[in-house]
């Protein structure tokens, strides 16, 4: 995966975001992406474990600092067909016990659908988001569009490996008042999870 740097995330969702919206759009807009993307929840971890461009990609938290930022950091970008060995990493982030796996590697429908679709614990939440990315103080600022299932709502997050330019960035764009949610504790909730 190359050089791992984790960074430092402040995120927030609701249906009324244009005060924050209105501070960021004052600054020039970087790139727009689309994407679909399939998260899959698991009642036992909080990891973000999604398949996004045909690979599995999983993030972890690793720590939360006195402001309530999350330092998010990636294990694992597995192509498919997904081997064994990445599968041992990915039941690992769902912490939940492995299947009996009949083959060494599974393609991307098998995996969905003989390993993950069958398990009680697991949840798939098919996810779109419009993203419109800024670059403030150095940070990565993005307002987005998202949709859980059938569930719309809107997202504002700020991310950079300094926890410190995440923090004042916040400040400054005057959203510190919202609470810091992320991707998995927004989705658990619209999909009636327990975080």
């Not at 990891?47 to 045909?54: A, G, H, S, V, Y």
């Not at 690979?55 to 690793?62: C, S, V």
Request: charged share 30%; proline share 4%.
């Amino acid at each position: 995966m190359g050089k791992i740097i984790p960074r430092w995330e402040w995120r927030t969702f609701g249906e009324n975001l244009s005060f924050g919206e209105a501070n960021i759009r004052k600054h020039e807009q970087g790139q727009v992406r689309e994407s679909s993307e399939i998260y899959i929840l698991s009642d036992a971890s909080n990891d973000n474990t999604k398949i996004r461009d045909e690979l599995m990609d999983i993030k972890t938290l690793l720590r939360v600092n006195n402001n309530g930022l999350e330092q998010w950091t990636p294990i694992l970008k597995a192509g498919f067909p997904i081997h064994i060995t990445d599968l041992a990493v990915v039941y690992k982030a769902f912490n939940i016990k492995y299947p009996y796996f009949q083959k060494d590697e599974y393609s991307y429908d098998e995996y969905l659908n003989e390993l993950i679709k069958p398990a009680n614990e697991l949840q798939i939440v098919n996810v779109f988001k419009k993203r419109s990315g800024y670059t403030i103080n150095d940070c990565i600022v993005e307002i987005a569009e998202v949709k859980f299932n059938e569930f719309h709502t809107k997202t504002i997050a700020v991310e950079h490996p300094d926890p410190e330019l995440v923090i004042s960035t916040v400040k400054e764009l005057e959203l510190i008042e919202l609470e810091n949610i992320n991707y998995i504790k927004a989705m658990k909730q619209s999909v009636g999870m327990k975080y």
